[in-house]
């Protein structure tokens, strides 16, 4: 009996002392893909961007869409300097804003030159169809690309990318879509097919997964719902997507940390394990 308690001890010792001697855990490796892995700021609605970053570390994620509820479109050039500042020492990158709703051309002005206070060269916006021509001239002044968010069965603008094609197909080319996955299949579409048919005018993507083909899906974590998400990363790398998926998580939105690190997990194992 006592033999078998020094045994324990020992090996317990042992233990205790392997793991003080083991070195912190480090960053995941990068993926080695065109595209990168990003997170949607509409994850964060109900939290500051501090714990954003926070949490962006965490999960190794560095690279941001930033929404106004994180840097108001009114922001002065010193809060848009200092908001800057934070992410570079957290070494993530704000790579686009939005989506900013546009109801007019004074809220298409506004987001423009917001876009360019920040320094990004993406918009993911939302405007109204009879702005589209509009949308065009700015995108021509500026020399910005602009992605269309599309919603799904929740809107009536732009529920799936086929709608979105349709109505920039005659446009300047930097016109485009921030294909979201989980809401093009919510409204009976294949995430897959359409980024294929649609690639070069994919300038976004946002990576969510969903019970169901019909308004009556709900967003879940990526994994546990219906998308098949082997075949739209196999996709990505067939049409050589260059630009960022970023999870948009919308689920337990109060407390959304486990399904984030999940979804993102979940994420990077089918990149790793379909590579060839």
């Known amino acids: 009996m006592k033999r078998a308690v020094l045994i324990l001890l020992v090996t317990w010792i042992s233990c205790f002392a392997y793991a003080q001697q083991r070195p912190e855990p480090q960053p995941a490796p990068e993926t080695s893909e065109k595209f990168k892995v990003g997170m949607a700021g509409y994850t964060f609605v109900n939290f500051d961007i501090d714990k954003t970053l926070e949490t962006m570390q965490r999960c190794d994620v560095r690279y941001l869409c930033i929404k106004d509820f994180h840097l108001p479109l009114d922001s002065s050039d010193e809060q848009i300097a200092a908001f800057k500042e934070k992410l570079e020492s957290k070494g993530i990158t704000g790579y686009a804003v939005g989506p900013i709703y546009m109801r007019s051309e004074e809220e298409t002005d506004r987001a423009f030159e917001y ?3 920040v320094g990004v060269n993406l918009i993911v916006g939302v405007p109204q169809y009879e702005l589209l ?4 001239q700015k995108v021509k002044e500026y020399g910005f690309k602009y992605a269309i968010h599309l919603h799904g069965p929740d809107m009536p603008l732009f529920p799936d990318a086929d709608d979105v094609w349709e109505n920039v197909k005659e446009l300047d080319p930097r016109i485009g879509m921030c294909l979201d996955i989980g809401h093009d299949r919510r409204n009976g579409k294949d995430p897959v097919k359409d980024l294929k048919k649609y690639h070069e005018r994919v300038f976004d993507i946002h990576i969510k997964d969903v019970t169901g083909a ?3 899906g709900y967003s879940v974590e990526i994994g546990r719902g219906i998308l098949d998400i082997p075949a739209f990363v196999e996709m990505l790398r ?6 960022v998926c970023s999870l948009e998580h919308e689920r337990n939105m109060d407390d959304p940390f486990m399904g984030i690190a999940e979804s993102i997990g979940y994420f990077r194992g089918v990149i790793a394990t379909t590579k060839k």
């Open 115 to 117: 876009a360019r206070r």
């Open 238 to 243: 067939e049409v050589g997507y260059d630009g």
């Open 133 to 136: 021509p509009y949308v065009e």
């Open 214 to 216: 019909t308004k009556q």
